[in-house]
């Protein structure tokens, strides 16, 4: 069995320091203590609830940092974590009580070729999470688009774990570099990416119904763009940068035809403006320009 002190759970969190601090209640009810807990807080103010909270079941650790962006406040928790198993959640979920353990037992079993651990993530009155029931965890088409099973009761090889549920060995994630910061805006596809990044290097990722947690959806705060529109300039921009930087160069043209069907679909589902068409062309575009990490 792991010691409980070397598995440090992360939450990234911008504009929702009420929210979070909701989920850190929630996680004194786990079933097991003596771990770490880490709030990566992005937004403007400290928050005197999340610097001073206190607790007899984890330790607890409150990271103010300046720089926006869910790709950083991933790599400075991993930097100032202590554990030698990272497991990150969303600022606005409910974990299940054995998540913890589930990640440590999970770990403890593991073959030494599985890096990284993908878990449920179960959202009320949506199938978001539950895209394709042919798969387990997270895959990515040939054309960009992102295709999840992260409900599934079966476990099995995937591509990429969700970014609001998943535990990684911290070695191999500051092997990697951790999280590519180009993945701009709302952060789209920065989990396909780790996750491709973890299989280039000789790792594998293995979903795991067992960790799991209930994502609740806040709808401010987070990711989120002022504007849905320039929300597609986001998606554009990162799924281009994420074809370039894993050799799929010759399917950009059929996945901006894919980039101009979804801004086009949301449009007459009335989700964003007419602007959003040449939010999605301007980030194709830039995409093209971003200088590759590594």
Known sequence: MLPLNQVSLIIPTYNRQEIVFKTLQYITGQSISGFEVIIVDQTIEKDSNLENFKNDIFEYKYLKIMETGLPNAR???????????????????IPDSNLVQSYMDLFKSADQEIWCFGGKVIEKNTDMFKENESIVGGWITWYGKTLKNFVSDESGDCEWAAGGNFAVKRSKFLDISGFDKNFIGNAMLEDGDFGYTIRENG??????PMPAIEHLRIPTG???????SKGMYFR???TVYFMRKHGMIKNLIPGLFYLNGVALKDLLRKKHGITAIFWCWFGFLKGLTTTLSR
């Open 75 to 93: 790599n400075v928790g991993a930097e100032n974590a202590k554990g030698d198993i990272l497991v990150f959640i969303d600022d606005d979920s």
């Open 203 to 208: 790792g594998k990722i293995w979903y795991s």
């Open 222 to 228: 987070g990711t989120r763009s002022d504007s849905a």
């Open 236 to 238: 554009a921009h990162n």
